[in-house]
């Protein structure tokens, strides 16, 4: 057995021996625990630490984002960006009405594996909407319209493929956990639907949001030219080694 494992065995002794109030049983655990220990050399104290800070739990925080400057065009269309990311992060969003900075809601490692997409994809999605209206391509259609229909059409598309890529690290990761489908859910279903519960939980005790944002859609006049640029640019968008979905289970554990 791992050292690891040996640490988590005698701690989970060390647990039972304190939690029972029977004092036979107590004992019982206590001499299991010190037994193992002393056949390994490992010190009741260091097993008892190892222990307590591997059930330390995350707990979901909030967090403001700073999208913008007031006054700055196409903010609304960043905030479409970053709230596409954050919805396959298992992160919930309040926009303020401006939409100048977002409100996010969840564990911390999903947050900053949302903030690190955004970034890099943020800066994809203003160099290509940049080219396509150097390209001349948008006329007739004006150039902040054009634009603003790119990176919203751009912002969807990258919202569907973090999607449909956390469904299958997902679905693979129950699978693999579940090997028969008709089997009583466990282990990893169970863990990832108890953390939807706690983050609903905590988006409903902590928001103080007064209404829901409704994206941008309805303020811009519709280009569907750039609309077909701006998705293929959001389908050839580089995700990186998307870190959201490794993180985003690694803090279930």
Known sequence: MSSEKMLARIGGLLRQAESTTNPHEAQAFMEAAQRIATATSIDLAVARSHTSQRERRATPVQRSIRIGETGKKGLRTYVHLFVSIAAANDVQCDVAHNSTQVFAYGFDTDIDASEALYSSLLMQMVRASDAFIRSGAHRPVAGVTARLNFQLAFAARIGERLATAKREAEADAISADRPDPAAEPTGTALVLRDKQIELSD?????????????????????????????????????????????AARSQLV
């Open 202 to 246: 905590f988006y409903r005790q902590t928001s103080q949001a007064r209404g829901t944002w409704r994206g941008a859609k309805a303020t811009v006049a519709p280009s569907a030219k750039s609309r077909r640029a701006g998705d293929r640019a959001g389908r050839d968008a580089r995700l990186g080694n998307s870190p959201e979905l490794p």
